[in-house]
């Protein structure tokens, strides 16, 4: 993204925003709230080589969506990395619905086992959009945390998911749907940039294919399909990385 297309985005954003307002609060309001998967926050799955695998951040994490745990996202990659790398995995989850970059770091982060992970998969950035944080704001408070994670796993390769495209979710309505569509596309920019110079992190678009059962119940978050998906396009990206001497 250049700076003129930024910079547009976030001045169409801002124009208005006052406009969609009550379309947002209302949203809030009346939103399905869904639990979080049930099942223990870590397991084992596989044999053969030993990896550790930690997923952090918000509802994605928290596998909001998914019946258990294992059907989320940190159990979907655990499954296809030990099938991938012929490899006994052992996976932590620590997520929280609603939970932004800073609160990841302050809340979730203090939380995770003291043993070093061999890989570590970031969902956050989509409460940061709905909360409204500036660009300098998120940029910070996800380098925050990267570094945290840096710093408790240093050997460790970091994926951070790419925000959804959030213009297609059934749940928001027009034109507030537009509009955060246009603002996760500016968040998502900005942690691509942010992350390009870290050695060991990388941005990973999400993959998401829309069609029918792409959503589950509450029109916002993945179905198990979905998971799935995503789960093994992380394994096979982290895998590659692994694999590297």
């Not at 710093?151 to 309505?173: D, K, M, N, Q």
């Amino acid at each position: 993204m250049t700076r003129i297309t930024a910079l547009a985005r976030s001045v169409l954003f801002w124009t208005f925003l006052p406009v969609v307002a009550a379309q947002g609060l209302r949203l809030r309001r009346t939103a399905p709230r869904l639990a979080a998967a049930a099942g223990e926050s870590c397991g084992r799955v596989g044999s053969g080589r030993a990896l550790r695998v930690l997923a952090i951040g918000d509802s994605i994490v928290a596998g909001v969506g998914a019946a258990t745990l294992d059907r989320a996202l940190v159990g979907c990659t655990a499954r296809a990395l030990a099938e991938t790398m012929d490899a006994a995995v052992e996976w932590e989850a620590r997520g929280r619905s609603g939970a932004t970059a800073a609160e990841v770091l302050s809340e979730l982060l203090p939380l995770i086992d003291p043993r070093p992970a061999d890989a570590i998969v970031v969902s956050v950035g989509v409460n940061d959009v709905t909360a409204l944080s500036t660009i300098r704001a998120w940029r910070a408070n996800l380098l925050a945390l990267v570094a945290a994670l840096q710093e408790h796993s240093p050997a460790a390769v970091i994926v951070v998911a790419g925000l959804p495209p959030l213009r297609s979710f059934p749940l928001i309505p027009e034109p507030l749907r537009r509009l955060i569509g246009l603002r996760g596309d500016s968040i998502d920019a900005a942690s691509r940039d942010a992350l390009r110079e870290r050695a060991g992190v990388f941005h990973v678009s999400v993959v998401f294919n829309l069609r029918e059962g792409s959503f589950c119940a509450d029109g916002f978050h993945p179905s198990e399909a979905s998971y799935a998906e995503f789960g093994e396009a992380m394994a096979a990206f982290i895998a590659t990385h692994l694999a590297r001497p």
